[in-house]
């Protein structure tokens, strides 16, 4: 059985605007998720939305008289991280929307995390506060200042309780280094650094110098006509802080040290699978590039995803992928309606649990997709409000591409491509999914005995 895959009920169902309940609200665009992400303890879960807000959800303690509920989260902070801008020079409005989220493992009693948007990175810290200071003496109760000559006695400031408050507050702002899209962003293992990666370039920053970053993957061809590919996703390795990979548009993935030397325009390993001339098409290119790259958690593994499939890479062999897993592969007939409809081009995230045994992907119709790789089983799950009962147990579902159609299967012809799962995120140490479908976060977790 696949820990936490066939035995997976729903937690909790959230819905933005609301605290509890699965009440129909009103989506607007600003309310689309665009992306999750668990802390390194998997106590708090963020997600960003379009509108540029960042959500953060905190984990229950558990209660000896409620076993049952196992820790569920519940809203913790809510804040306004990126506002809409307009770029004078360029005459182009940059969006608020959160593109990534990344933590910052936990040093003290305050959390951070990084936040982007298409060009600016913000580093936040959320803290809390339940004590306020009293008996100031050249301030009085209401925070004016008083009069130096009035004062007589002196007093000494106290601290008084008062009620739990959740801040947060930008402690650094990383701008004006991205002339394109930012895609991703990742946290050295060094913890005094980290990258951000645009269509064309990824700059190294120091978290304590936000004025200045050093380029050391550059692209961009002297003349633009030549561009044939562009960058994806990037990410460091987890352990060795030399070490990065980044995918391209193409298909391809690039390993990079940065011993060698400062620019890293040459990789030290390339990633890449010869394509099978007798399946090349019109979208072949389309649906070869790459929406995701991460590295297992152990480091040993890059997992990266493209349209129709999954695919699990060595670090030691680079000519072919270890495992290949196909998460809708019903949809290559479906090609070309989809590249009118623009579906094609859908960013689909993909993630590791916490022993990399299992990896998780989304697809349509609100589905999403889990694959062991021990036993080679996988399973397709649907996340959606006629299965939003809490403790109810998600049933696998499987889709008909023809012929007779079962009473339990869902034909490919009548699934949803406007519900789509894109960002996932798996609780690093137990069984605990986070799916964002739209505007709804669903939160799943084992089958409690």
């Known amino acids: 059985m696949i820990p936490g895959i066939e035995t997976l009920t729903q937690d909790r169902l959230w819905c933005f605007g609301q605290v509890k309940g699965t009440i129909e609200i009103g989506a607007t665009e600003a309310d689309i998720i665009s992306t999750v992400e668990f802390n390194h303890t998997g106590e708090l879960l963020a997600t960003g939305d379009k509108g540029g807000r960042v959500v953060i959800f905190q984990r229950e303690q558990e209660s000896k008289n409620q076993v049952h509920r196992r820790g569920e989260y519940n809203v913790y902070s809510t804040f306004q991280s990126h506002e809409p801008e307009f770029d004078y020079l360029k005459s182009l409005e940059i969006e608020e929307k959160i593109n990534k989220i990344r933590w910052l493992p936990q040093q ?59 801040e947060a507050t930008p402690r650094r702002v990383f701008a004006n280094a991205h002339t394109y899209h930012i895609n991703s962003i990742s946290v050295n293992s060094d913890y005094e650094t980290y990258m951000s990666a645009d269509d064309l370039r990824i700059n190294l920053w120091n978290f304590e110098i936000t004025n200045q970053s050093f380029n050391i993957v550059d692209i961009k061809p002297a003349n633009m006509e030549e561009l044939t590919e562009v960058i994806t996703a990037a990410e460091f390795h987890p352990h060795h802080c030399n070490t990065f990979v980044y995918s391209s548009s193409k298909g391809t993935i690039r390993l990079c040290d940065m011993r060698a030397s400062a620019l890293c325009d040459r990789h030290t390993k390339f990633f890449e699978e010869p394509e099978d001339p007798s399946n090349r098409s019109f979208f072949s290119e389309i ?58 081009f859908d960013k689909f995230e993909c993630v590791w649990n916490g022993s990399d045994s299992v990896i998780m992907t989304g697809s349509y119709n609100n589905f999403f997709r889990m694959f062991d790789r021990n036993t080679k089983r996988d399973v397709t799950l649907e996340a959606s409000r006629e299965n939003s009962k809490p403790r109810a147990i998600l049933k696998p579902r499987k889709v ?24 996932t995120a798996w609780h690093p140490s137990e069984n605990i999914i986070a799916v964002a479908a739209t505007n709804n976060l669903y939160i799943f977790q084992d089958k409690v005995n």
């Open 108 to 166: 003290n009693a305050a959390y951070f995390l990084l936040s982007t948007n298409d060009k600016t990175v913000k580093l936040w810290k959320v803290s809390e506060r339940d004590k306020r200071p009293e008996g100031y003496n050249l301030k009085d109760e209401e925070g004016r200042l008083r009069d130096p000559a009035t004062i007589t006695t002196l007093r000494v400031p106290v601290l008084r309780p008062m009620d739990l408050m959740v």
């Open 400 to 423: 008909c591409v023809g012929g007779k159609r079962r009473k339990d299967e869902i034909s490919v012809d009548s699934l949803d491509f406007s519900k789509k799962i894109l960002h």
């Open 287 to 344: 649906i070869s590039s790459i929406s995701d790259v991460k590295f297992s958690h152990s480091g040993r593994y890059i997992m990266t995803r493209d349209y129709l499939t999954v695919k699990v890479w060595d670090l030691n062999m680079e000519n072919r992928p270890i495992e290949t897993y196909q998460v809708h592969d019903y949809l290559r007939s479906k090609l070309c309606s989809l590249y009118e409809n623009d579906c094609i």
